[in-house]
């Protein structure tokens, strides 16, 4: 009897437990459940199974590592020349740490991001050869009516890093999200490459991740809009070529609407 009254009460609670997360459309999970593919909170297979976007999901997917392994690495490395300042900075173990303190990233990646992320890195930084924006020192990127995030004297806001942040509206914002002030040290993301790496899966996260599932082509618009304006069409070609390549070697299928 008396557990009889336990147990109903349990239910009840758990009850309450469900409608209540159930109900946050769009996955803010509490961590210990698993976002489903249509974004509600539960741990049951209907929200940790297939499709499952966050939290424990169970895992019929490869770890970060065993993705991005030595060799996937080095091979685009190597293609970078000896002279590049980026070939003795960015490193796989720099990318991993990065990713490990990512909030969710390690545990919500899979091949076909990778090869997307990767296919922008690789162009952006011309196979990681570049750690600063070409002829980027030319300019500080300061933009001064930018009041939230201003500038602070002598120092360069100009492209950095695998995704090349730049300005100092980007490198306010993204210091805010990975926990450094990266306005008064922007050239951090220049000299320590675990936080060149964090820059990129910060901006991965905000402005990629979301547009994801639109297509390959959506991610070069939300990388670099500029190139998607009918005025580049080499660099989206160069991007997707990549890609396709990476895609084979992570042996996915590249998916619809690759151009933008
Ligand atoms: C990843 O992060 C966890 C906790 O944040 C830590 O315990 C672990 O050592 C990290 N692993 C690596 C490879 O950095
Ligand atoms: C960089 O500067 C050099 C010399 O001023 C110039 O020839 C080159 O076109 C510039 N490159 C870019 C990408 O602006
Ligand atoms: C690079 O940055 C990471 C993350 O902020 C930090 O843990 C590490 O100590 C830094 N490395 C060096 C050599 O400063």
């Known amino acids: 009897m008396a557990l009889t ?12 437990f469900y409608s209540q997360t159930a109900a946050q459309a769009y996955c803010g999970c509490s961590p210990i459940l698993c976002c489903s593919q249509n974004g509600y909170c539960g741990i049951n297979d209907l929200y940790c199974g297939s499709g499952c976007r966050s939290g424990p999901c169970r895992r019929s997917r490869v770890p970060v590592d065993r993705i991005v392994t030595q060799q996937f690495f080095n091979d685009i490395i ?8 980026g070939k003795r900075f960015y490193t796989r173990e720099s990318f991993l740490k990065a990713a490990n303190d990512t909030f969710d990233f390690t545990s919500s ?11 922008h890195f690789t162009y952006v930084t011309g196979n990681f050869c570049q750690i600063d924006a070409v002829n980027g020192t030319s300019g500080d990127y300061c933009e001064e009516s930018n009041k939230q995030y201003p500038c602070a004297q002598g120092k360069s806001y100009h ?76 660099a989206i070609d160069a991007r997707i070529e990549q890609y396709i390549d990476y895609c084979k070697q992570l042996g996915v299928d590249p998916g619809q609407n690759l151009r933008c």
Do not use: H
């Open 5 to 16: 009254k336990v147990s109903s009460i349990f239910l009840i609670c758990l009850f309450g």
């Open 78 to 85: 190597s293609k970078a020349s000896n002279d590049c300042a």
């Open 109 to 119: 990646v899979n091949s076909l991001e990778i090869a997307t992320m990767f296919a």
């Open 159 to 234: 492209g950095r890093g695998p995704i090349q942040l730049s300005g100092n509206s980007n490198y306010g914002t993204c210091g805010q999200g990975i926990g450094l002030d990266l306005l008064r040290q922007p050239e951090l993301v220049g000299s320590n490459s675990t936080v060149a790496f964090k820059t990129g899966l910060w901006f991965w996260m905000t402005y990629v991740r979301p547009v994801l599932n639109q297509g390959f082509g959506a991610t070069i618009r939300a990388v670099n809009g500029l190139d998607c304006n009918g005025e580049n069409s080499g």
